[in-house]
């Protein structure tokens, strides 16, 4: 393959820059041109492709965001858009295509393959949502953010002996909550994958509060049923504790990406490369354990994820 492209696509995540550095990187010590796509399958309809050089990605590895930047694209769901954006990747004879991004993003990587151009998905969101991955590009940033989110909301519940409730990201996946609830100390993580018990958590904070606990600290997923402010209010007229809520929102998607991403994203732009490089046809790259795995792009998308019951039983042992 002499020309490839990259983009990334949906919601950013930290990291997605050292990706698309790896990329453009890899491209070029293998021999091969490497084009940018700008916003995405939005840029790829309109056509804002251009080609990267070495010095295109320095000073990137740090930043978060992407300078590629990005977007959700309601238009290349569209037939005329999606044959529009398969037009333009004839027009720049681009060969293979690599796609950062979630899930929808990677859903898109697939229909581009199956109109006959090799697309490698790599896993760009702070979600960890992704079946065929053990972690996502962004994921250890974003819980990471959290943290220090918790550590100064703590240092204030503290004071004022108050309640939080603090809301993350994740769609339908608890994994922000789950590993920011442990490695946080909450006294208690509620997730989608799990029904969440109000009378146990009521329970729990009250039990704290008579052994002299000044403050706690429930994280709750944005995926959970309840709304975050109906779990307050409840949590404030069953145990009467002063309770408040803070939604976290962007501020877990910006910011530099940690170390642990920065190798992922990475690792797994290199093996973008090898694998286009190597006309190994379309597939998904993800982490198993240490190593760097790849599947078929369309077997990738259709596993079903598992949430990690180990972590959660843990996050509740250790918060008692
Ligand atoms: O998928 C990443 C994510 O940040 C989710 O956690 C969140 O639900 C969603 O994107 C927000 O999307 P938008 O940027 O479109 O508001």
Redesign the pocket.
């Known amino acids: 393959m002499k020309r490839i492209g990259v983009l990334t696509s ?2 950013d ?1 930290p990291g997605m820059n050292a990706a698309i550095r790896a990329v453009v990187r890899g491209a070029i010590y293998n021999n091969m041109e490497i084009y940018g796509v700008e916003r995405g399958y939005e840029g790829l309809i309109a056509g804002d492709i251009r080609e990267l050089s070495v010095s295109s990605v320095s000073d990137i590895i740090q930043r978060g965001g992407t300078m590629l930047r990005t977007a ?1 694209s309601a238009h290349f769901m569209e037939p005329e858009g999606f044959k529009r954006a398969l037009g333009m990747l004839e027009n720049f004879e681009i060969e293979g295509l690599v796609v950062i991004g ?1 899930d929808g993003s990677l859903k898109g990587g697939l229909d581009v393959s199956k109109a006959g151009v090799t697309v490698i998905g790599l896993p760009g ?3 960890n949502d992704l079946a065929y991955t053990d972690f996502t590009i962004g994921f250890d940033t974003s819980v990471n953010t959290v943290l220090q989110a918790i550590g100064n909301i703590r240092d204030t519940s503290s004071s004022h002996e108050r309640s939080t409730v603090i809301e993350v ?3 339908s996946c608890g994994d922000i909550a789950l590993y920011a609830g442990l490695c946080g100390g909450a006294e208690t993580v509620l997730i989608p994958e799990v029904e969440p018990n109000i009378n146990a958590i009521c329970r729990k904070l009250i039990q704290g509060k008579n052994r002299g606990k000044l403050h706690s600290i429930i994280i709750k997923a ?1 995926g959970v049923s309840i709304t975050t402010q109906e779990l307050a209010d409840i949590i404030h007229d069953r145990t009467g504790l002063d309770t408040k809520v803070v939604v976290l929102a ?1 501020i ?2 910006g910011g530099s990406p940690t170390g642990r991403d920065r190798m992922l994203a990475s690792r797994m732009g290199y093996k973008a490369v090898e694998l286009l490089r190597d006309d190994s046809g379309s597939r998904a790259i993800g982490i198993r354990g240490t190593e760097i795995v790849h599947y078929d792009l369309a077997d990738a998308l259709h596993m079903t994820r598992e949430y990690n019951s180990d972590i959660n039983d843990l996050a509740e042992i250790l918060s008692i």
């Open positions: 949906g919601g995540s959700r979630g969101t702070i979600d990201m994740g769609r944005e962007y877990q998607r």
